[in-house]
């Protein structure tokens, strides 16, 4: 499709940057613009496929009955089975689960894999519940999503909140459901039962190769550079221990429990021994001193990585934040009203649907070696990896040279494209 619309800026948006469907819908509208996107595609595109709400009645250890609230959105289904994670967080909500399941179509067409994109969540505090409780949970979330999931239908991962023991449950249930054993049904899977070799570092390591590739386009020296992390989970510590073994310094660090700041750069690796020795969190790490966690991001570094949670990046601190490059580990980190603000500042932002896409990559060649019965090298998973996300980086800033777009924008643009013009082949009724 041909470009026929200039880029404009568009006005700053205050009021609904809390709300990530809305924070990527404007994105989807500049986009839709500029690649002329005709009302059929933009209406197919824009809602999702399927949205399913259940109530999951579940024993607690106290042996009272819970009814927890979950949800299941399929955005799309244009390039293949949806794929997209399940969160369990007490702030999960529809709006949320569907920003995020259009965030996957898009982020599967950057990288060019044959998905579609979904996402589920439950309202839950799981660190506050058991091992019980929880196993109870998801297997009764199986139960109900069975005609939802399947292994060329839909294929959940983790998310926030879950990961391999969640994952292997709900292999376990879904696998009773349907009479046979279905390792393709999800992905994140412990390695013993069908898990990839690089999948827990896989995201972590596409964050480190797009911010290496933005530090080759902006003429910078990794072992010169500064960077500050948000979130130390499973995105933020790769990225940290990945961008840190490359030779850049990392001055600052946070998770829930607060934000650590050393000028002199942290010891990452020390920081993951800590955190795994005390219950996943950094406080009381003595490597680093304490800081105002909101100083985090508007700290004297480079470049800053969010990998933790929506919306750190809003108007409000955008016009202070001093560093040259932006790398979102985080699903929507940014909100759009920030984009202008950023944009203005000429910070260059690897997007998150181009950013984070290491970890359904490596999620896709899971799920192609349990369809081919076979065991791929982490040295072959890392190359395929490292390559598709290198390619899609340099695809991106092509097209955002071409128009003179944010890279943000033009990953919505890559995005939509693929879709699109695969939807007009496939046709529909
Ligand atoms: P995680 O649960 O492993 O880690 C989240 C981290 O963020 C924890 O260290 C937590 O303490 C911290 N955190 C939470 N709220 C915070 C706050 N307000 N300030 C600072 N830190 C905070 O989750 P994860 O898998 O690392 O996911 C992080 C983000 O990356 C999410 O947006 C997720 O959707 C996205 N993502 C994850 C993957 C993946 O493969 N895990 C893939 C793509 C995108």
Same mark, same amino acid.
């Given at each position: 499709?041909?470009?026929?619309?200039?880029?404009?800026? /568009? &006005? +700053?948006?205050? !009021?609904?940057t809390?709300n990530?469907?809305?924070?990527m *819908?404007?994105? @989807?509208?500049? $986009?839709?613009?500029?690649?002329?996107?005709?009302?059929?595609?933009?209406?197919?595109?824009?809602?999702?496929?399927?949205?399913?709400?259940?109530?999951?009645?579940?024993?607690?250890?106290?042996?009272?009955?819970?009814?927890?609230?979950?949800?299941?959105?399929?955005?799309?289904?244009?390039?293949?089975?949806?794929?997209?994670?399940?969160?369990?967080?007490?702030?999960?909500?529809?709006?949320?689960?569907?920003?995020?399941?259009?965030?996957?179509?898009?982020?599967?067409a950057?990288?060019?894999?044959?998905?579609?994109?979904?996402?589920?969540?439950?309202?839950?505090?799981?660190?506050?519940?058991?091992?019980?409780?929880?196993?109870?949970?998801?297997?009764?979330y199986?139960?109900?999503?069975?005609?939802v999931?399947?292994?060329?239908?839909?294929? /959940? &991962? +983790?998310?926030? !909140?879950?990961?391999?023991?969640?994952?292997?449950?709900? *292999?376990?249930? @879904?696998?009773? $459901?349907?009479?046979?054993?279905?390792?393709?049904?999800?992905?994140?899977?412990?390695l013993?039962?069908?898990?990839?070799?690089?999948?827990?570092?896989?995201?972590?390591?596409?964050?480190?190769?797009?911010?290496?590739?933005?530090?080759?386009?902006?003429?910078?020296?990794?072992?010169?550079?500064?960077?500050?992390?948000?979130?130390?989970?499973?995105?933020?510590?790769?990225?940290?221990?990945?961008l840190?073994?490359?030779?850049?310094?990392?001055?600052?660090?946070?998770?829930?429990?607060?934000?650590?700041?050393?000028?002199?750069?942290i010891?990452?690796?020390?920081?993951?021994?800590?955190k795994?020795?005390?219950?996943?969190?950094?406080?009381?790490?003595?490597?680093?001193?304490?800081?105002?966690?909101?100083?985090?991001?508007?700290?004297?570094?480079?470049?800053?990585?969010?990998?933790?949670?929506?919306?750190?990046i809003?108007?409000?601190?955008?016009p202070?934040?001093? $560093?040259?490059?932006?790398?979102?580990?985080?699903?929507?980190?940014?909100?759009?009203?920030?984009?202008?603000?950023?944009?203005?500042?000429?910070i260059?932002?690897?997007?998150?649907?181009?950013a984070?896409?290491?970890?359904?990559?490596?999620?896709?060649?899971?799920?192609?070696?349990?369809?081919?019965?076979?065991?791929?090298?982490?040295?072959?998973?890392?190359?395929?990896?490292?390559?598709?996300?290198?390619?899609?980086?340099?695809?991106?800033?092509?097209?955002?040279?071409?128009?003179?777009?944010p890279?943000?924008?033009?990953?919505?643009?890559?995005?939509?494209?693929?879709?699109?013009?695969?939807y007009?082949?496939?046709?529909?009724?």
């Open positions: 499709m041909a470009a026929t619309t200039v880029y404009k800026e /568009p &006005a +700053p948006q205050v !009021g609904n809390e990530p469907l809305e924070s *819908m404007s994105r @989807f509208n500049i $986009a839709a613009e500029i690649l002329g996107l005709d009302d059929t595609s933009y209406e197919v595109l824009k809602a999702p496929d399927k949205q399913v709400i259940v109530h999951l009645p579940v024993m607690m250890d106290d042996g009272k009955v819970h009814v927890f609230e979950g949800y299941r959105v399929v955005h799309n289904t244009i390039l293949g089975p949806s794929k997209g994670g399940i969160r369990y967080d007490k702030n999960v909500n529809l709006d949320e689960v569907k920003a995020l399941a259009a965030w996957m179509t898009w982020k599967c950057v990288v060019d894999i044959p998905y579609g994109g979904a996402k589920g969540g439950i309202i839950c505090e799981p660190t506050t519940m058991s091992v019980g409780e929880l196993e109870r949970l998801t297997r009764a199986t139960v109900s999503m069975k005609d999931f399947g292994p060329d239908r839909d294929i /959940p &991962a +983790p998310d926030m !909140g879950t990961g391999p023991r969640e994952m292997a449950w709900i *292999m376990d249930e @879904f696998s009773k $459901a349907v009479g046979q054993t279905a390792s393709a049904v999800v992905t994140g899977k412990p013993v039962m069908g898990g990839s070799l690089g999948r827990t570092e896989a995201t972590g390591r596409g964050v480190m190769v797009s911010c290496l590739a933005a530090l080759a386009k902006l003429g910078m020296k990794p072992e010169e550079t500064s960077v500050a992390v948000q979130g130390f989970g499973n995105v933020g510590s790769w990225a940290s221990k990945l840190f073994d490359k030779g850049l310094k990392v001055k600052g660090v946070s998770d829930i429990s607060g934000a650590y700041w050393n000028e002199n750069g010891n990452i690796d020390e920081a993951i021994a800590y795994n020795a005390h219950s996943g969190r950094l406080e009381g790490f003595e490597g680093a001193e304490p800081m105002d966690p909101t100083k985090l991001l508007i700290s004297a570094v480079d470049v800053i990585v969010p990998a933790a949670v929506e919306d750190v809003t108007e409000h601190n955008a202070h934040i001093q $560093a040259k490059l932006i790398v979102e580990g985080a699903n929507g980190p940014t909100s759009a009203s920030a984009d202008p603000i950023i944009n203005e500042k000429g260059l932002v690897v997007p998150d649907i181009l984070n896409s290491g970890g359904v990559t490596v999620s896709y060649f899971e799920w192609v070696q349990n369809k081919q019965g076979f065991k791929w090298s982490l040295d072959m998973v890392t190359d395929r990896a490292d390559r598709i996300m290198a390619d899609a980086f340099e695809k991106v800033y092509a097209v955002s040279l071409k128009y003179n777009i890279m943000r924008i033009a990953a919505y643009v890559v995005a939509i494209d693929k879709v699109a013009q695969t007009k082949y496939r046709g529909g009724y």
